[in-house]
Nanobody, 127 residues
């Protein structure tokens, strides 16, 4: 399984970005995919997930501002109304064989427990 993120960049507070994650070699019929972010000195946090049933979940910090979606081969994260505290490295992640409650939990556990990770794309929000 290979995950490759793109779409990061620099934006002013209140602006928008769209992150993409190209997915290849993913053979699972039941799955969970998501986005996590990490800032220096802090643990990686899960912020949005989507599973093979189409159910989505968000952390409180991004709910109402970010939207996760996917098509056959690409996972997306639309980031709207960006805040300075959204600055960080954003990672795409995937897990086969899990959906439902496990997937939702990845938005509020201390460390998202995905098996597969991308290399990350940087988002910088300035005032």
């Amino acid at each position: 399984v290979q995950l490759l993120e793109s779409g990061g960049g620099s934006v002013q507070s209140g602006g928008s970005l769209r992150l993409s994650c190209s997915v290849s070699g993913y053979p699972f019929s039941s799955w969970c995919m998501g986005w996590a972010r990490q800032v220096p000195g802090k643990e990686r946090e899960g912020i949005a997930t989507i599973d093979s049933h189409g159910d989505t979940a968000y952390s409180d910090s991004v709910k109402g501002r970010f939207t996760i979606s996917q098509d056959n081969t690409t996972l997306y994260l639309q980031l709207n109304n960006l805040k300075i505290e959204d600055t960080g490295m954003y990672y795409c992640a995937a897990q086969g064989g899990y959906a439902g409650a496990w997937c939702r939990q990845q938005t509020f556990v201390h460390k998202p427990d995905f098996t597969y990770w991308g290399q990350g794309t940087q988002v910088a929000v300035s005032s």
